[in-house]
DNA sequence: TATGAAAGACTAACTAA
DNA sequence: TTAGTTAGTCTTTCATA
């Protein structure tokens, strides 16, 4: 990960489909270089994925779960993330023990989403914000 | 947003990179169609960027902010996605006013993070979560 | 939806550090 | 031995009918 990587990373990060060429003129080096640094990054696990930033709904927001303390919590992540609204699901430190970002319809299809996880023996309680605006790196 | 666009989407989201022919295979349908398909879903602003996903550092986490109520939220936010380390900043409803998401070398440079953000004036109080593990939807 | 042209990505052989 | 370059070939995309 030298100067060179985090050039090429933050192009891509920007538009996932610059192409080589494109990204060997502007970092000055060439085509065949930065598809070896491309494939080194994906290879070390550095870029996990090539994807597409969607906001398929009108609303997105974070619920903050709490499991019980007896509960697999990664088991409880792997349900949660089957969900099709879901985006994410974070296992994190603090009060609650997921955060799973989701991105819904409307604000009524984010309570049937809250009600589902509470209906889970496993979660204990929820806590909801709205994200209201999102800026990206 | 019909079925049709909702499979090309899930597709991409995994591997943005699958050829359009690939995605015409999959779903039952001609590679124009998927082409047409795609272009629509930017322009509508649903795909809102094609991109990496990355774990360039060690440690991910959430640093919550609370900003003075007199200030201009956006502004504070706009400051943090300039940091290098900073994915995301969601303005959210709740107790806190953002959150940043980050992906930093070490548990010290998250530090050296939130106190960049505490020295600011805008900013009341910060509470940060570790991020333990990852799954992507 | 089919097809040809253009653009981009990949292979492999080569060079330099 | 590893990283970078380059020319030739193959694949994908794009525009046209």
Redesign the pocket.
Known sequence: MDE?DRQILSILRRDA??????I?DRVG????????????LVEDGIIERFTVATSTGNVKSMIEVSVDVNVDTGAVADRFIEWKEVDSVWQVSGDEDLVMVVDAADTERINELITRARELDEVVSTKTRLILDERLG
Chains 1, 2 share one sequence.
Do not use: I, M, Q, W
């Open positions: 060179l489909r610059t192409p080589y060429t494109e060997a080096t060439s085509e065949g270089t930065v598809r070896n640094r491309v494939e080194s």
